[in-house]
Nanobody, 114 residues
C-alpha cells in the first residue's frame, strides 16, 4: 500500500524558512520521480518541484525558483522541500507525490504571515 506522509509545515513570518519532509513507503522508491505540489486557497493543486529517481536532476516552478530546493534521500525513502524567503502567497497545503500518479498524502499546511 502506497503511503506518503508529509510533515514540517507550520506558521512562519514572511521571509522565513521551513523544510518539509515526505516519508514514502509501499513502493520501490528509487523507481519514481518524486514531486511536490501545493494547493493554495481557491486555486487548483499545482506542481512546484520535481526530482529525478536518482536525485541528480530537478525542476522548480518559476514562482519558487531560487527560493525552494527539492532533495531526496533514497536510503531513507524521504523527499524534502527546503523553502526560504517565504512569501504570503506561498501559503498552501503542500503534498508530495510519486510519479504524477493519483497517490496523495494528507498534506502539510504552510501559512506565511505578512
Amino acid at each position: 500500500q502506497v503511503q506518503l506522509v508529509e510533515s514540517g509545515g507550520g506558521l512562519v513570518q514572511s521571509g522565513g524558512s521551513l523544510e518539509l519532509s515526505c516519508a514514502a513507503s509501499g513502493f520501490v522508491f528509487t523507481d519514481y520521480v518524486m514531486h511536490w505540489y501545493r494547493e493554495r486557497p481557491g486555486t487548483p493543486r499545482e506542481l512546484i518541484a520535481s526530482i529525478s529517481s536518482r536525485g541528480d536532476d530537478s525542476y522548480l516552478h518559476d514562482s519558487v525558483k531560487d527560493r525552494f530546493t527539492i532533495s531526496r534521500d533514497n536510503a531513507k525513502h524521504m523527499v524534502y522541500l527546503r523553502m526560504s524567503c517565504l512569501k504570503p502567497e506561498d501559503t498552501a497545503v503542500y503534498y508530495c507525490n510519486r510519479g504524477r500518479l493519483n497517490d496523495w498524502g494528507r498534506g502539510t499546511q504552510v501559512t506565511v504571515s505578512s
